[in-house]
């Protein structure tokens, strides 16, 4: 039987993207994920358990185990998700990006390629998942990224994903690989790695601990609720054309600390504490070097596959401040890289 085959899937969107799938689709699914530091096996431990997943740990740029999943899982789909995805990491060390996220790219796609002799769009997939990082940033008054806009990646990672970009339409249009690639704006929801802006907030402003705003904090990304990037990850496999490139962003355009205030109130509200506690605990730091300025994105192309966003940062902030609150164990357990060890001996095939 033929696998839809999902790397990253113990990561952040993936974790998501899997329980989505396996909820609403019959897509026999396989995991592929390294276990780094930000992917882990608590959340999709279940399905595993269950029988409706299967997991493997491995690595992307490795050849043979990718091919080895290829044939042994029939793979005639995939979601590729596994990556460095953070950007203040990247600054500080860049090497391991440019060997996930472009030589794992092109192991996979290698893979794919030899898998699939016939390349028919009709049985065969590719879904490369990246960035609205690679056009770089937008001044106040440009109109938001579209599928035709140049690539101007600013930091490592951006760079790192836009090669892997180039990498995924190269082969299709050389070897007609049924390729799509997606652009997605900044996720927020549950099992985020407590690194980047939202879970660091929320987790912060619970301990009582100082909040790192970059800069003045007037810098704007487009938030988008991970339920819907998965929704229109979906629907891009299920209903787009290879070939085609779809943005996906809900047009939540808010500023840093516009968001990090109203995480603020919400979690003094959450926690019954006086108003402007933890507004208190902000701090002006210094800006992140190449800090990009304004990220917004048009979704025109994947709405025209039918998807539309159903959430916004003021609809699902106080859920999702719930969900952080609430498993703060997991918070601690996934920055210290506790679970993993025993994660991985339950649950790894
Ligand atoms: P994440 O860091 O939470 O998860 C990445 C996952 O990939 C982890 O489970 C990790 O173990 C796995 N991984 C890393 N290196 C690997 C390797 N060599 N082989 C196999 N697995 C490996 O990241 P995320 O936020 O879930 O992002 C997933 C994808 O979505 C990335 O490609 C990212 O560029 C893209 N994306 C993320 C966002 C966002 O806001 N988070 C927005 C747009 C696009
Ligand atoms: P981040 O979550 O790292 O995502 P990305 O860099 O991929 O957009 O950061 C989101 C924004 O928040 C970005 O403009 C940098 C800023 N930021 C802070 O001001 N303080 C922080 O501690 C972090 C992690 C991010």
Redesign the pocket.
Known sequence: MNSLLI?????????NLVHHLAAVTDHRIVV?????????LSGIGPLIKSGRIEFIE?????PETVTHVFARHQVDRVI???????VDRSIADAE?FL???IT?TYVLLEAARAAWPDKDPATTRFVH?????VFGDLGAQDAPFGANDRYRPSSP?AAS?ASSDHLARAWQRTYGLPVMV???????GP???PE?LIPLMILNAKDGAELPVYGDGRQIRDW?H?DD?CSALRYVLERGTPGHTYL?GANCERTNIGLVEQICDRVDQALQRPAGSARALIRHINDRPGHDQRYAVDASTTHALGWRAAHTPETAMAGVIEWYLDHDRWCENIRSGEYRGWYRSQYSS
């Open positions: 790397t990253g899937g113990a990561g952040f969107i993936g974790t592929l994920d390294a276990l780094t530091y930000s992917g882990d491995g690595d992307v740029a490795a590729h998700l596994a990556a460095e995805s953070h391991q060997r996930t996220n794992g998942v990246s960035t609205d990082e990672y994903k997606t652009h997605c704006g900044n996720n927020y099992w985020q790695f980047k988008i991970v990037h996906i």
